[in-house]
């Protein structure tokens, strides 16, 4: 577990320095964030991006199938006009199978906290329903 993260945290070291020497760049890179989905939850759990940036979701299971489905809107907003989120894939989401990776990539348009959660029915009792996690784009 704790080797895990520390994998995660350095390969998230990793990818931010090219994000920055690129900074200046016509096309700026995306921003790339490595979630891990297993059984039952999301690590990290809490997502921070700013706005405007052109974010990819690396979406990992370690486990089984599992799925990411981010709201559209932020939290205590209207669910309606333009979305806050401007998604490749119209509904927001991809699933994954174990050790299969999929990518979601969308422009974080608007400032607040999206809920994500999982969208793949996967347990019988309530660890699925436990498996959530929020997307923060700040200013
Ligand atoms: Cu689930």
């Not at 895990?4 to 390969?11: H, K, S, V």
């Not at 900074?23 to 890179?29: C, D, I, R, V």
């Not at 209207?78 to 490749?88: C, H, K």
């Amino acid at each position: 577990m704790l080797k895990l993260l520390a994998m995660l945290l350095f390969a998230l070291a990793q990818m931010g320095l090219p994000a920055q020497a690129q900074e200046s760049a016509a096309a700026p890179a995306p921003h790339v964030i490595e979630v891990v989905a297993k059984t039952f939850e999301f690590i990290p759990k809490e997502i921070h991006v700013r706005a405007g940036e052109r974010v990819q979701i690396k979406l990992h299971s370690t486990d089984r199938a599992h799925g990411l489905k981010l709201s559209l809107y932020p939290e205590g907003a209207a669910e309606s006009g333009a979305p806050g989120l401007v998604f490749e894939q119209p509904q927001g989401e991809e699933k994954v199978d174990k050790h299969h990776d999929r990518v979601i990539e969308f422009v974080a348009e608007r400032p607040g906290a999206y809920d994500f959660k999982c969208s793949v029915q996967c347990s019988m009792g309530h660890g699925h329903d436990r498996m959530t996690g929020k997307l923060i784009v700040e200013e």
